[in-house]
Each structure stands twice: as C-alpha cells, then as structure tokens.
C-alpha cells in the first residue's frame, strides 16, 4: 500500500516490533471471564515507540531499504527532494523542511503526501492553526492517507487549538468522546464531523497515530495521555483488561489530566480481574469437594480394602 513519506520512517519501527512485542496470554474480560489474547501487544509496541528516536527510526529505514533493495526507497514521496525534506524534519530542521515542501507544493500541486508532510511538520514547529490546514488537505486529496487514520491527526490538531484558549479542556473531555455504554455493541458508531466510525475505525487509528505521534511526542503531554486511555478503554472493551491496564499505565507516564478518573477505571479492570479470580477459586473447591466425595463413597463401600478376589466376589454378591 502506498504510504506517505512520514509513514515511511515509522515503518521502520514496526518491523523490529512485530518480532519483539508478540504475547500470548490467558487474558481476563470486563466481565470476569477468560479470554485467550494473543498477537501484539499494544502498550509494549507503543513503549518501544516512546523510548525511540525519530532519527534511529529513518535510518534503520535506510538501512533496511539498501539491505532489501539496494538503494534508498522513497515510498510515496513524489520526489528525491521529498525524501530529503523528511530527513531534514526528523534531523528537527523544521524550517528546511518546511521550504522544501513548500517548493514541491508549488512546483507540483495535489500530492497528499507533501500536504501530511507540511502538517506534521508545522505541528511539530508548534504552529497547530497551519498543521490543521494542511492535514485536511491531506485528507480531501486522499482519504485513505495513513491507513484512514488521518481523521484522528484532525482532531488532534483541534484539540490542541481548544487547548491553547483552555488548557483545562481535558480535565473536562474526552479527545474522543466514545460512550462506554455502546462499545460492546457491534453497531455502535462514533460520531464525529458527519462521518461515522466502528470502534475497530478507533482502535486501528489509535494505534496508528499513537505509533507515529509517540516516535516524535514523549512525557509529558496531556493529548497523547487522553488517546492512550481511550485505547485502554476500548482493549478493556473489546480484549482484555490486562491489555488496558498497561495502557493507562503509559498514560500515567504522559500525564493524564485526571487522577480520580484514571483511578475509577483501574478499579473496574481490577474487579474484572478479582471476579475470575473468585470463579477459579470457586471451580476449584468445587473440584476437590467432588474428589473428596468420591474417597468417601469408595471407603464406605469399602474399594480400598478389598483384595482382587474378594472385590470380584463383591461385584457378583451385589448385583
């Protein structure tokens, strides 16, 4: 699949990830019950990604690209001068960056990957207003950007101009503001901007921007903070809580804005996890209830101390 530049450079680190992230687990559900997880964990793959480098990441990237194929891939970019352009935002040279993307707009109009780059980039310089812009654009000319993530990177970027007028907006939202309630149901749809998305839309798209977001954002930051918990409340929802747990845990080291309601949640994947708790205790005294039983009907029939002639003489007396 065709990826922009900037998603170039993270696919790097996914490669690494995918063979040291795998988990398989007995897991528990919101409910109290077992489920088997298996395949990536989520929280582990995000902490590689938070205590990376933007700079290791692009040149594992070249180095993986001249092992595989003898030169230096380009993928998505129109242009060498895109390549160079990238090099240059995640070397932090964002004003280079921005001059040369800006030239590739002017020269050649209409390439989503040049608008994701110069809105990544004007995010990072810490110009939000610009960064929208040009991410929108991405989105207008190809909608498929990034997997179709490129929805969420919107509403980061306005979450991030609310916060600039309040900074005390996500003491009282959500950036995403799912209804708990619903995400168990297979119909549910978030609502956002007149586009509709199942909870497997929010999940892919939490990973994906997260992925990339914690390559370049570390702790602390409240927006990634929020994202973090909302994905560890949809893996409660839709995996398991030990999946969600390590999640909030990262959100914890971000920032999260609220201590209290942070704290709710974690008391609620304890409960799950207390509850099946109780069950295999119960199943297990059950079990060594039925064994006991069993020893007390052989003795009384007295099994135990019969030899094999007499227990054979038993059998045919007793039928």
């Known amino acids: 699949m065709k990826k922009s530049a900037r998603a170039a450079v993270v696919t790097a680190v996914l490669i690494p990830l995918g063979l040291l992230a795998c988990f398989n687990i007995d897991g528990t559900t919101l409910s109290g019950s077992s489920r088997w997880a298996g395949g990536r964990s989520p929280a582990a793959q995000l902490r590689t990604a938070m205590t990376d480098q933007p700079w290791n990441a692009f040149m594992r990237l070249q180095g993986f690209a001249r092992a595989t194929h003898g030169a230096i891939l380009n993928p998505g970019a129109s242009s060498p001068d895109e390549l160079k352009a990238v090099e240059a935002v995640v070397a932090g040279d964002y004003d280079t960056g921005i001059a040369t993307l800006e030239q590739l707009e002017a020269q050649h109009p209409g390439s989503y990957s040049v608008a994701a780059n110069l ?8 110009d939000n207003q610009r960064a929208l812009q040009w991410i929108t654009e991405d989105i207008r000319r190809n909608p498929a950007s990034h997997d179709g993530t490129e929805w969420l990177h919107q509403r980061i970027l306005e ?15 959500r950036v995403l503001e799912l209804d708990e309630q619903q995400i168990d149901v297979p119909t549910y749809r978030y609502q956002l901007d007149g586009h509709a998305y ?54 914890k080291e971000y920032g999260f804005a609220s201590a209290e309601v942070i704290a709710a949640q974690e008391e609620s994947y304890q409960r799950a996890l207390f509850r099946r708790t109780m069950h295999a205790w119960m199943l297990g005294v059950g079990a060594v209830g039925v064994f006991v039983v069993g020893l007390y009907f052989c003795y009384r029939r007295k099994w135990f101390f019969l030899s094999r002639a007499a227990y054979w003489d038993h059998v045919i007396r007793t039928r």
């Open 198 to 251: 199942s909870v497997e839309d929010i999940r892919l798209a939490l990973h994906h921007q997260l992925m990339e977001r914690m390559l370049f954002v570390k702790p602390a930051d409240a927006v990634v903070a929020d994202l973090l918990f909302t994905y560890g409340l949809v893996e409660a929802h839709r995996d398991v809580v030990e999946s969600a747990l390590e999640l909030d845990e990262l959100a």
């Open 159 to 173: 979450v991030k101009l609310l916060l600039a007028q309040d900074p005390a907006w996500l003491q009282r939202h």
């Open 119 to 126: 809105g990544t980039t004007y995010e990072l310089k810490g």
